[in-house]
């Protein structure tokens, strides 16, 4: 069993700057890809990015490519999402979930075996 807790969010204007983090317990953290997902109102959840267990490779969706950036520290047990230069359409609920078998495709909710509870991201135009 793994026990993700996000934090982080919060409310910025268009243009800011937010860390996400995503601390771990339970198992061995290293041996978990990790991905964050968000879900605006009335939406479905969508990918945002995604980080293998070792770090060495990430994937990202078009729309937040350049802007967004994930890593890891094994260390710590913890994973982030360094989001910049946000958009109101980036408001949404963000989770973070971890696969323990490599994910096929790790844009995908059902490679994922726990997830966090959420933090919220709000931003203002």
């Known amino acids: 069993q793994v026990q993700l807790v996000e934090s982080g969010g919060g409310l910025v204007q268009t243009g800011g700057s937010l860390r996400l983090s995503c601390t771990a317990s339970?198992?061995?953290?290293?041996?978990?890809?990790m991905a964050w997902f968000r879900q605006a109102p009335g939406k479905d959840y969508q990918f945002v990015a995604a980080?293998?267990?070792?770090?060495?490779?990430?994937y990202y969706p078009d729309s937040v490519k350049g802007r967004f950036t994930i890593s890891r520290d094994n260390a710590k047990d913890t994973v982030y999402l360094q989001m910049n230069s946000l958009k109101p359409q980036d408001t949404a609920v963000y989770y973070c979930?971890?696969?323990?078998?490599?994910?096929?495709?790790?844009?995908?909710?059902?490679?994922?075996?726990?997830w966090g509870q959420g933090t919220q991201v709000t931003v203002s135009s």
């Open positions: 980080i293998s267990d070792s770090g060495s490779d990430t």
């Open positions: 339970g198992r061995t953290f290293s041996s978990y890809a």
């Open positions: 979930a971890a696969a323990h078998d490599s994910p096929l495709n790790y844009s995908a909710t059902w490679e994922y075996d726990y």
